[in-house]
């Protein structure tokens, strides 16, 4: 799997973000603190709908 960190990634040394893979019709998300644990994977179609949503109604950092 070809994983690759957030955009979003929350400064500091990088390591406060998650990671995603893209598989052939779901997306694996993973912590980056800790990889080989648990991953969960979302159908392709609902993980963009939720990208799009967090898009819309971003959660102000501070």
């Given at each position: 799997m070809?994983?690759?960190?957030?955009?979003?990634?929350?400064?500091?040394?990088g390591?406060?973000c998650?990671?995603i893979a893209?598989l052939?019709?779901r997306?694996?998300v993973?912590?980056?603190?800790?990889?080989?644990?648990?991953?969960?994977?979302?159908p392709?179609?609902?993980?963009?709908?939720?990208?799009?949503?967090?898009?819309r109604?971003?959660?102000?950092?501070?």
């Open positions: 070809n994983w690759r960190k957030s955009t979003y990634s929350d400064g500091g040394e390591d406060t998650v990671e893209a052939t019709t997306i694996a993973r912590d980056s603190k800790a990889p080989a644990r648990a991953m969960l994977s979302f392709a179609p609902s993980f963009a709908a939720f990208v799009e949503a967090v898009k109604h971003p959660r102000p950092r501070g």
